[in-house]
T-cell receptor
Framework: GAGVSQSPRYKVAKRGQDVALRCDPI?????LFWYQQALGQGPEFLTY????????KSGLPSDRFFAERPEGSVSTLKIQRTQQEDSAVYLC????????????FGPGTRLTVT | SQQGEEDPQALSIQEGENATMNCSYK?????LQWYRQNSGRGLVHLIL?????REKHSGRLRVTLDTSKKSSSLLITASRAADTASYFC?????????FGEGTQLTVNP
């Protein structure tokens, strides 16, 4: 079966622009996660969905970041008024159900803000 | 914020040698996972060890866990060029994973 897919793979935005990053999780996976990975660092948690409910958004760095998963499948991470410090790789992961710990990651979207 | 630290930050070895990388973490855990990240395949789960386990094997991988020292190690035996990647330990798993900063492993042919 297909893995987690993300689009676009690369995005260049001018400072102040809004961007939308898409994640298609593995079909049937209940949980979905977004992480931000700066160059040379490990991924850092942003937010977590179980089905369509956003259960934890404590990792979102500012109110410019917004994530949704309206039908419990595809998710979109939106960043408004992008800043240079938003430049990073944004990783999406999914997990089949609560009680399991392994997460399946997509290839990521590399965002560069100029 | 990162959960802990991994060392070394970078490791370069010859094909066929063993590679050991270490991870320390800060809080009590239920389990610890190791992931590998390379440009070809992204971030991939390697192995999970539960807090009541001390050692676990999977193929050429051996993971140890010392909860009294809040540390874990990953040993890759008989390394191959294809093992070249960054390796991360991660704790948590209920609602999030918390990753270390990673060890960059280079295996020279």
């Amino acid at each position: 079966g297909a893995g987690v897919s993300q689009s676009p793979r690369y995005k260049v935005a001018k400072r102040g622009q809004d961007v939308a990053l898409r994640c298609d999780p593995i079909s049937g996976h209940v949980s979905l996660f977004w992480y931000q990975q700066a160059l040379g660092q490990g991924p850092e948690f942003l937010t977590y969905f179980q089905n369509e409910a956003q259960l934890d958004k404590s990792g979102l760095p500012s109110d410019r970041f917004f994530a949704e998963r309206p039908e419990g499948s595809v998710s979109t991470l939106k960043i408004q008024r992008t800043q240079q410090e938003d430049s990073a790789v944004y990783l999406c992961a999914s997990r089949s159900r609560q009680g399991l710990y392994e997460q399946y990651f997509g290839p990521g979207t590399r965002l560069t803000v100029t | 914020s990162q959960q802990g630290e991994e060392d070394p930050q970078a490791l370069s070895i010859q094909e066929g040698e063993n590679a050991t990388m270490n991870c320390s973490y800060k809080t009590s855990i239920n389990n610890l996972q190791w992931y590998r990240q390379n440009s070809g395949r992204g971030l991939v789960h390697l192995i999970l060890i539960r807090s009541n386990e001390r050692e676990k094997h999977s193929g050429r991988l051996r993971v140890t866990l010392d909860t009294s020292k809040k540390s874990s190690s990953l040993l890759i035996t008989a390394s191959r060029a294809a093992d070249t990647a960054s390796y991360f330990c991660a704790t948590g798993g209920g609602s999030r994973l918390t990753f270390g900063e990673g060890t960059q492993l280079t295996v020279n042919p």
